[in-house]
Structure formats: structure tokens, C-alpha cells
């Protein structure tokens, strides 16, 4: 079993769709987490961090859930420019451990 | 740009040939990542330093040598490649948090490998 699991994708949703992309990691002794988004060619770079309160960025939203050991990221009223892959990133002993990432597509 | 500088971002090389990456942060973290990207994998860790010694070298074969002179400077020395080492290679720098380990890494733009 991988150690961070995400469905590939890709979701291809209209501009204003909620889209919601779940990641499961198999370490339930896991310290941290976070999204990060990689655009086309280009590094990745932090979204957010996910915390066990759940937490909000504008559109976006993370949820944790440790019973479950699974992550979210909702997001609301896609815009184009939300389009790339979105990563999830689990900190086991000191390490981070990165999922395939799940590709988002929004279409006009 | 991230404060983390890659150089070169392309290279294309044969497999006899020995070439280097550099990769240099001004961020003033105090640890500093090697990490792999190839199509459709997660990205895969490499190597890692803290405070210039090496803490992690995850059964990387030996034609892959890294070097951190120090905390603002990384190289990864390549030679006698094989064509699937061709991939993305991404160098990092982050804080480094004692025994909790890594902490948020900020990425370089990469350096894209094409092994012939």
C-alpha cells in the first residue's frame, strides 16, 4: 500500500463547480499535512496546511480526518486559473511524504 | 521567483558524460532537498541535508553523488546516467525542526534531465 494515496484524476468540472479531492495515508502515527499545487511545468508550492480543526482559505477548504486517516480539499466556485495538480503532503518522522497528485481541470 | 534557484533547467546529456545541478537558496533555511520527479509518480525523496551533514539518502544508486558545501549551496554530481533517470529533478530548502524533522519546503523552478 503507498504511503500517501490520491486518485489521479484528472476532474474536469465548469468554471463555478465545488470540487472536492480526497487523499489517504497509511501512517496513522502522521504528524502533519498539506496541500500544495503544482502548476504545468512548474514547481510546487504550498497551498495550505491542513489542520484538525479543519481550516479555510478564501475558496478553499481542508479538512482532517485521523480516525479515518484521510485529507480533503474543497474547492468552491472553480475558477480557470485553478486548474493544475493538487499534491498531498503527509509528515511521517521528520519526512515528507508526497502523494501522485490529482489534476484538476476548469473549463469554461 | 521562490528564493530557491535551480540551475541548469535543462540538460540533456549522454551516459558516459558527467555533469552537475546546482541548486542554491536564499531563504536562510538550514536544510536542503534533492528530490525526483518522473511522469505520472509521486515525487521521490533523494536526498536531504541539515546544517550541511546528510540525514537522508533514500537508497539512491551511486551514480547520483550530492554535495552541500554549505546551508545556501547544494549540487547533485551525475554521471554514467541511464536514460530512466531522465525526470524532473527539484531541489528544496526549508527549516529544519530538530527531531519533528522537516518543516513547509519551498521548491526551484527544477532542472529537466533528458538522458540519451
Known amino acids: 500500500r503507498k504511503e500517501v494515496e490520491q486518485d489521479p484524476g484528472p476532474f474536469n468540472v465548469p468554471e463555478g463547480a465545488t470540487v472536492a479531492f480526497n487523499c489517504t495515508y497509511s501512517n496513522s502515527a502522521s504528524q502533519s499535512f498539506f496541500w500544495y499545487r503544482q502548476d504545468c511545468r512548474k514547481e510546487p508550492k504550498l497551498l495550505m496546511s491542513?489542520?484538525?480543526s479543519g481550516n479555510e482559505d478564501g475558496r478553499f477548504t481542508a479538512q482532517l480526518n485521523r480516525a479515518s486517516q484521510y485529507i480533503s480539499l474543497l474547492i468552491r466556485d472553480s475558477k480557470l486559473s485553478d486548474s493544475a495538480t493538487y499534491l498531498c503532503v503527509v509528515r511521517n518522522t521528520g519526512k515528507l511524504i508526497f502523494g501522485q497528485g490529482t489534476t484538476l481541470q476548469v473549463k469554461p | 521567483e521562490t528564493g530557491v534557484t535551480q540551475t541548469p533547467r535543462h540538460l540533456v546529456m549522454g551516459m558516459t558524460n558527467k555533469k552537475s545541478l546546482k541548486c542554491e537558496q536564499h531563504?536562510?533555511?538550514?536544510?536542503m532537498y534533492w528530490y525526483k520527479q518522473s511522469a505520472k509518480k509521486p515525487l521521490e525523496l533523494m536526498f536531504v541535508y541539515s546544517l550541511e551533514e546528510r540525514v537522508e539518502n533514500n537508497s539512491v544508486p551511486s551514480r547520483f553523488s550530492p554535495e552541500c558545501p554549505n546551508s545556501s549551496h547544494l549540487f547533485l554530481h551525475l554521471h554514467t546516467l541511464q536514460p530512466e533517470d531522465s525526470a524532473l529533478y527539484l531541489c528544496a530548502s526549508s527549516q529544519w525542526q530538530g527531531t519533528s524533522g522537516a518543516n513547509v519546503l519551498t521548491f526551484g523552478a527544477g532542472s529537466r534531465l533528458t538522458v540519451l
Open positions: 491542513v489542520y484538525s
Open positions: 531563504l536562510g533555511h538550514n536544510a
